[in-house]
């Protein structure tokens, strides 16, 4: 009999040390179950937003699909040109979504008949000065920008949020247990296990569409990053 009790208790122990950082107490079969509380837990730390992302796009009609898309490329090397002039670095632009299409006049007759094409195409900047938001706008509706999408808000680090948002979600997670557990008439005892059951960093999407003139008075406000844990506790 002690030695089955022996192999029961290495067994637990054993399995405590492969659980890696999360603290966990497993019963062997026939044990009788600590009596326990689990409590959720949310947690919210609000950060400042330090980077925004913008699409610049330039639509350009010609008669012919080549001279479309070359009017089109020249237009958003211009306003390439022009944002990093405005100070974004080379490594946070981006050309992207080039495309030319058709354009057909509307007719009764079965045969389509093509009036001539459209050029697409759009410039994807990171500015990691948000200050200089405005400007950078200014610089790329200037060099020729007839789509303007954005601001999008973000974090460049979310981490020293993220790990805030956990620590009050914890302390959330307390508060809940000891109600619960003093309404029991019991206390707390040590942590049984912790599960994070999800961090929410949210991005914050700025107008789509302004008059360039206002791009100055822009704010970027501040992120709610949420965290939410459950934790189970011993009863004593």
Do not use: W
């Amino acid at each position: 009999m002690a030695r089955r009790s022996a192999l029961a208790v290495a067994l637990v122990l054993g399995l405590v040390a492969l659980g890696g950082c999360t603290t966990k107490i497993v019963t062997a079969e026939g044990t009788t179950p600590l009596n326990t509380v689990t409590a959720s837990g949310t947690g919210r730390q609000n950060a400042p937003p330090d980077e925004a992302e913008m699409t610049f796009g330039v639509v350009v009609k010609n008669e012919k699909a080549d001279e479309a898309l070359k009017q089109a490329s020249a237009a958003a090397e211009e306003i390439v040109a022009a944002v990093k002039t405005a100070g974004v670095a080379a490594e946070d632009i981006q050309t992207q979504n080039l495309s030319v299409y058709p354009e057909y006049r509307d007719s009764e007759s079965t045969t389509l008949e093509i009036t001539g094409y459209t050029a697409n195409v759009s410039v994807r900047a990171t500015i990691r000065d948000i200050e200089n938001v405005g400007e950078v706008i200014s610089a790329a509706s200037d060099a020729g920008a007839n789509e303007i999408n954005g601001p999008t808000f973000m974090l460049s680090d979310e981490s020293p949020a993220r790990d805030e948002a956990i620590k009050k979600a914890m302390v959330d997670a307390e508060h809940r247990a000891e109600v619960m557990a003093k309404a029991a008439g019991k206390s707390l005892g040590v942590i049984i296990s912790v599960s994070e059951t999800g961090v929410n960093v949210p991005i914050y999407y700025g107008r789509t569409a302004y008059d360039t003139a206002e791009a100055a008075a822009i704010e970027p406000g501040t992120l709610d990053v949420t965290a939410s844990v459950t934790v189970i506790y011993e009863l004593k």
